[in-house]
């Protein structure tokens, strides 16, 4: 608990607790149970409008736009999907 | 002397007060039902002007196409750049496919049996004369077969894909990006003109090249009195088109409907709202009154001249 015990002088102090997110410390994967997160401005660090998500297998990436006409293809199971005419 | 300090702290998520953007530095957050709001199936997440919002999935067969960098992906049917592998205008006229074959045949051959069968020891009176003459001159074979087809067909009319661009544009000046709207087939999400309703509405549609035909699917039709005109940006001014054929009416005509006129020699590209395309641009030019407002749903320029 965090509690230091004294006999004549002691002072009981409790791990400042956070009030908002900013003061979070990030410390370990969260399992949301199924609740939604709104409104994420993004996953993957650097996201620009246009830009879709993929897993690389490791983490989440951004896939930039392609040029105006291109298709997303995919290039079989494991790999990357880019764009493409 | 004992002193205790107990500050009570948070013990559910929904207490803490969301503040601020978190970097999760490398964290994973695993297991969540949606980034965007109100997700479905087969939706997909793309990032929008600020926050990651859900791109629907699109028809059965569509495949995500590319609006350019900055711009909204979108379902479109496959084959869709069809102008990227035929960057040309295809017109055939097959004027040598003239043929004529003259087939001639002439069978006047006579066919003639003379032959004279007699015994040697036979009275004259024997003598079994087969003389029968037998001709065949064949008058009717004569054939003449004029066979004749002219080819003159135009191949690869009304080849069209869906417009790089869509802006509408209210009296005031405020104008607003319709592009994904007029390239799905979601209907009655372009905002035609007028749409303020008054006159000097506009709207603009936007292609790559020049073209001289669009296909525009009004989903709703509108009713009221007013004239619009299709111009063109000639590289100093916006200029009305030669020859305008509005077969939608002023948008007044649900349905598929074409708008035709004649190719400018001096049409440039402009451009609208960070769109640098080749533009034509309806515009209100009298209006009197509206009882029903024209609603656009998609939106085509024809590939081919």
Not at chain 2, 13 to 41: F, H, P, T, V, Y
Not at chain 2, 53 to 81: E, F, N
Not at chain 2, 253 to 261: F, K, Q
Not at chain 2, 283 to 292: D, E, G, K, L, P
Request: aromatic share 8%; charged share 20%.
């Amino acid at each position: 608990m965090g509690i230091l015990h004294g006999t004549s002088s002691c002072i009981l102090v409790r791990p400042k607790p956070v009030f908002k997110l900013s003061e979070l410390k990030i410390d370990a994967d969260k399992d949301w149970r199924g609740f939604g997160i709104t409104s994420v401005k993004e996953v993957a660090s650097g996201m620009a409008k246009g830009d879709i998500v993929f897993f690389n297998g490791a983490v989440l990436e951004r896939l930039v736009p392609g040029t105006i006409g291109t298709m997303l293809t995919t290039h079989d199971f494991g790999n990357d999907p880019t764009w493409s005419l | 002397m004992s002193l205790l300090i107990e500050i009570k702290g948070i013990t559910r998520l929904s207490e803490l007060e969301i503040d601020a953007d978190k970097d999760w530095q490398g964290r994973g957050i695993i297991n969540l039902k949606q980034l965007a709001a109100l997700m479905s199936k087969g939706d997909i997440v793309v990032r929008g002007d600020s926050v990651l919002v859900r791109l629907p999935a699109g028809p059965d067969g569509y495949v995500l196409t590319s609006a350019g960098p900055g711009k909204m992906p979108s379902w479109q049917p496959a084959g869709g750049a069809l102008k990227y592998y035929f960057p040309v205008d295809i017109g055939a006229a097959q004027s040598g496919a003239k043929v004529i074959v003259a087939q001639l045949a002439l069978e006047t051959g006579p066919v003639v049996t003379d032959k004279k069968y007699a015994y040697g020891d036979s009275p004259d009176d024997f003598i079994r004369r087969l003389e029968g003459l037998i001709s065949t001159a064949k008058d009717t074979s004569v054939a003449t077969v004029n066979q004749s087809y002219n080819k003159n067909m135009p191949v690869g009319r009304d080849i069209s894909t869906v417009v790089d661009g869509a802006v509408s544009e209210t009296a005031g000046g405020i104008q607003t990006d319709e592009t994904a709207a007029a390239r799905n087939e979601a209907a009655n999400d372009l905002n035609l003109c007028p749409m303020t309703p008054a006159v000097e509405d506009k709207y603009y549609l936007g292609f790559s090249r020049k073209f001289r035909r669009l296909w525009i699917n009004v989903g709703t039709g509108g009713a009221g009195n007013w004239a619009n005109q299709i111009e063109y940006w000639n590289g100093s001014a916006w200029v009305s088109v030669s020859n305008e054929d509005d077969q939608t009416s002023d948008f007044t005509m649900s349905g598929v409907s074409r708008m035709d006129w004649d190719m400018p020699a001096d049409w440039v590209q402009t451009t609208i709202m960070g769109m640098t395309l080749y533009w034509i641009r309806i515009r209100t030019v009298s209006f009197v009154n509206q009882t029903t407002a024209p609603r656009g749903t998609q939106a085509w320029a024809c590939l081919v001249t």
